[in-house]
């Protein structure tokens, strides 16, 4: 949590762990092990700028397509587009495995991580425990609608979703403030029986 918010000044409310990445070759300059997290925040609480070693961070929005075993990862920012490509080589105890073919310019085996918490995510992102697990206590129904859309990249019939969602969500009696329009309802999560 304190390199995150180091270097974009950022604090998440949760983070989730991915994967370990330990290839000895994945770094030129010598055997690195790296921990992976994925984290989902809401729009209005992204203003990132850079640390000391980050100084150009940003934000990209990000789409991943897997059609049989090749994978394509999109990065946008502004005029900045990045395309990389990969294969998906296995996938054990539910963690998949990708060799890069085209890494589009991204350092290292960074694209293969961001390819895998893409597919972790999206794997695991119908069971609603792993969504609430990224918001607030409680929280509107287009949030809690906000976070799946973004995680499986498409968007969500309202009506579908709240019926998907509705064995998993209590109504609280509290409305949301200050947003500049009409108050909405807030939610939370059912507490099993």
């Given at each position: ?46 203003n990132a700028?850079?640390?000391d070693d ?46 890069i073919s ?92």
């Amino acid at each position: 949590m304190r390199e995150i918010t180091e270097e974009t000044g950022i604090t998440p409310d949760a983070l989730m762990p991915d994967a370990v990445f330990s290839s000895p070759v994945r770094d030129p300059r010598g055997w690195v092990i790296s921990n992976s997290f994925v984290s989902v925040m809401s729009e209005e609480n992204l203003n990132a700028h850079g640390g000391d070693d980050a100084t150009d961070a940003k934000w990209f929005d990000v789409e991943f397509t897997l059609n049989g075993g090749e994978a394509m990862l999109v990065l946008r920012c502004e005029e900045t587009l990045i395309s990389a490509k990969l294969r998906m080589k296995s996938v054990k105890f539910g963690y998949p495995h990708f060799e890069i073919s085209d890494s589009g310019g991204i350092a290292f085996d960074h694209t293969e991580i961001i390819a895998c918490a893409l597919y972790r995510l999206r794997s695991i992102i119908e069971d609603f425990d792993i969504i609430f697990d990224f918001l607030p206590e409680k929280f509107t129904l287009s949030a809690l609608q906000k976070v799946q859309e973004a995680i499986l990249n498409t968007p969500l019939l309202p009506a579908n979703f709240r019926r998907k969602a509705s064995p998993y969500i209590e109504e609280t009696d509290e409305y949301t403030t200050g947003a500049g329009h009409r108050p909405a309802k807030l939610f939370k999560r059912k507490q099993g029986d």
